[in-house]
């Protein structure tokens, strides 16, 4: 699975949005990127994914570059709720890597009122 | 989606003992996987535990170590043999429902071993 880039923190004031980046230059054709987070002593849980074109959900939005080397996870209305670590991990959709998740360190994102 | 349950949710184990985590999905499901969360770390994969077949561990684990079980779709376990206490950790198990890229995980198990 191709390597993710984040960065190791960031701070975002409650009711704004927050912008996660994630590099992934090595993505290959049929890998998807996932994000998932992680609240304090809990399991990880799954925010959203996609392949090439924009996605949104309920929780958030996820921008794809169109050459597919770097995205970015949008919480539009960040919550006190959302502190978390957000990881965003690139794997396959088939064959032997599907469903394995490769967890980077991710983004400890702190959202202060 | 799916919720899971784990058990025990904590336990403080003796070096050399063996603990017998559980998990266990309110539906069937074929995908599972277990992973380890080292204190301060990420989550690592230890192993795919697909229902019908062998479990497959990644580099680095091995079965003798962690022996998994899945007798059926909505159960499986995880044992830490021979613990010392570079296995505290807290271990989580995962799902992927059919027909979804979505994986839910359990609560974890945290473990402490001294």
């Known amino acids: 699975d191709a390597k993710t880039t984040q960065p190791t923190s960031m701070d975002c004031a409650e009711g704004r949005a927050a912008n996660l980046p994630c590099n992934h230059s090595t993505i290959s054709g049929n890998e998807y990127v996932y994000w998932y987070r992680q609240i304090h002593s809990q399991g990880p849980q799954y925010i959203i994914h996609g392949l090439k074109n924009n996605e949104t959900n309920e929780m958030a939005s996820l921008i794809i570059t169109e050459d597919r080397k770097s995205s970015t996870l949008i919480l539009p209305h960040a919550t006190l709720r959302d502190t978390a670590v957000y990881y965003c991990?690139?794997?396959?959709?088939?064959?032997?890597?599907?469903?394995?998740?490769?967890f980077g360190q991710g983004t400890i994102l702190t959202v202060h009122p | 989606s799916a919720v899971i349950s784990q058990k025990p949710s904590r336990d403080i184990c003796q070096r050399g003992t063996s603990l017998t985590i559980q998990c266990q999905v309110d539906?069937?499901?074929?995908?599972m996987f277990w992973y380890r969360q080292q204190p301060g770390q990420s989550l690592t994969l230890i192993a795919t535990a697909n229902q019908g077949s062998e479990a497959t561990y990644e580099s680095g684990f091995v079965i003798d170590k962690f022996p998994i079980s899945r007798p059926n779709l909505t159960f499986s376990t995880l044992t830490v043999s021979n613990m010392s206490p570079e296995d505290s950790s807290i271990y989580l198990c995962?799902?992927?429902?059919?027909?979804?890229?979505?994986?839910?995980f359990g609560p974890g198990t945290r473990l402490t071993v001294t």
């Open positions: 991990i690139v794997s396959g959709a088939g064959g032997t890597s599907y469903g394995k998740l490769t």
């Open positions: 539906s069937q499901v074929t995908m």
């Open positions: 995962s799902v992927v429902p059919q027909g979804t890229y979505e994986q839910y």
